[in-house]
């Protein structure tokens, strides 16, 4: 485990979900080991990227548009 990883059964992250999720967002946790039966089935963390992505679309936001209606292609009818 990392230096600051939790684990978890199945049981116990269905119940506190929320507040597991919570951890990590915050980043109480770097990791989160979802576990059954003593083997770890999924390993949750924060993505180092996701800032980065944030801003990205921050960034495009609003930079495309639709063209009016008037312009936009028709659909084909069958004959």
């Keep these: ?3 600051n990883a939790l684990s978890v059964d199945t049981a116990d992250f269905s119940a506190r979900s929320a507040e597991l999720l919570g951890q990590i967002r915050s980043r109480t ?3 989160l080991l979802i576990t059954e039966h003593g083997r ?3 390993v949750m963390t924060v993505p180092e990227q996701s800032d980065r992505t944030f801003n990205l679309h921050k960034i ?3 930079t495309i ?6 312009i ?3 659909r084909l009818t069958s004959l």
């Design 1 to 3: 485990m990392g230096a």
């Design 40 to 42: 770890v089935v999924a």
């Design 60 to 62: 495009l936001r609003g």
């Design 72 to 74: 936009r292609p028709r």
């Design 29 to 31: 946790i770097d990791q």
């Design 65 to 70: 548009t639709a063209p009016p209606a008037s």
